[in-house]
């Protein structure tokens, strides 16, 4: 299927016309309007810089709250409370060290300047929130994402230190959980949330179910 340009106009495409990789449009801005509407519709900015890409894969990967897997030594660390846990504590912290840190898997980041200063305003305004991992007073990892409804739209995270990522991953979707999340859309297959539980289902499984638990 030809690819769309998005113009000035606040739309989208059906998402069954994204291309075989999931590449859905391109254009268009990172306004706080057109981003909501983009994940309403199980849609999400993914690009390198220059002119925004819009995405919906199939098939998609997500995490059912229920069916979260914590490991034994986990399960240890949270017993211990090896780090602090807090939320929305220092949102623009964590997404600036999602943007800034390096991983091995990756050669640069998607997160610009106009992207972080998109989620920032969005947080702001109390659609994106914040996971946090403290030691010694220090940020040491973290998650963010986007909630609309009884959905999570996980975005990106950092560790700093060993498994600070996961500790702040589970205690966030525990916490979710107790306030009704039903749906952590993960985007796109990793082996780090794979070994937490989430896993690949067809993006029309993912769209209906995304339907029923989004504000429309």
């Known amino acids: ?32 309007e057109r981003l909501l509407l983009a994940y309403k519709k199980g849609i999400f900015p993914w690009f390198d810089g220059g002119t925004p890409l819009w995405w919906c894969p199939d098939p998609r990967f997500i995490l059912l709250p229920a069916e979260l897997k914590v490991s034994k030594s986990m399960q240890q660390l949270l017993k211990r409370k090896t780090f602090e846990f807090t939320i929305n504590k220092a949102f623009d912290k964590v997404i600036h060290f999602c943007k800034t840190n390096k991983r091995k898997e990756q050669e640069g980041t998607w997160i610009t300047d106009d992207v972080e200063r998109a989620y920032n305003q969005l947080h702001r305004l109390g659609y994106a929130h914040s996971a946090e991992v403290w030691r010694n007073g220090e940020l040491v990892g973290g998650l963010y994402g986007i909630r609309l409804g009884k959905v999570f739209f996980g975005e990106s995270m950092f560790s700093l230190v060993s498994n600070a990522s996961k500790y702040a991953f589970i205690n966030y979707v525990n916490q979710l959980t107790s306030e009704g999340v039903e749906l952590i859309d993960c985007q796109v297959y990793t082996e780090h949330l794979e070994s937490l539980g989430a896993g690949m289902v067809d993006r029309e ?9 989004t504000i429309q």
Not at 12 to 22: C, I, K, N, R, S
Not at 205 to 213: E, G, R, T, V
């Open 1 to 32: 299927m030809p690819l769309h340009i998005l113009g000035p106009g606040l739309w989208f495409p059906p998402v069954y016309e994204a291309m075989e990789d999931g590449l859905l449009a391109i254009g268009g801005d990172l306004t706080t």
């Open 205 to 213: 499984y993912f769209i209906n179910l995304l339907n029923k638990l």
